[in-house]
Structures are given as structure tokens and as C-alpha cells.
């Protein structure tokens, strides 16, 4: 379990790609930078999105992990 503590948290549970990766992002804009988003999402597609959307928009991804057919991701706003 991750000891890093979100300001924000979003449940994207039972949604498919694209919908986790753009709430993500709809989630990410109104924050300020460093803070954290916690995401948990159920779409095994999700780890390589969320990588790629890391990737692609400077957010980090500070931390994930899987268990119990979820996937949680931690993301640091830039």
C-alpha cells in the first residue's frame, strides 16, 4: 500500500479507455502544480495509458500498483 497521501482522489472504476485517462486529465487542470491525484481505475488497458499520458503531458506518475483487479496510480501535478 503507498504511503503517499493525495489532495485529490478520482474513482474511475468500471470505465473503459479512453474515459480513465481523460477524467485524469479533467481532474489534473484545476489543480496546482505538486500537488497529488490518486486515480483507481479497473481497465487493465489503464497502466499503459496512464504511462503514455504521464509521458505525453509532464505529469509525473509518481507511484502505481495493482491488486484485486485494480490498478492505482499517483500522479504529481507539474
Given at each position: 500500500?503507498?504511503?503517499i497521501?493525495?489532495?485529490q ?20 487542470n ?49
Amino acid at each position: 500500500m503507498s504511503q503517499i497521501s493525495p489532495d485529490q482522489e478520482l474513482d474511475c472504476r468500471g470505465m473503459n479507455c479512453p474515459l480513465p485517462v481523460l477524467k485524469t486529465k479533467k481532474a489534473l487542470n484545476p489543480m496546482e502544480g505538486g500537488q497529488v491525484l490518486k486515480v483507481t481505475a479497473t481497465d487493465p488497458g489503464s497502466v499503459a495509458d496512464m504511462a503514455a499520458f504521464s509521458r505525453r503531458t509532464g505529469n509525473e506518475l509518481v507511484d502505481q500498483s495493482q491488486g484485486d483487479g485494480e490498478f492505482v496510480f499517483f500522479f504529481r501535478r507539474k
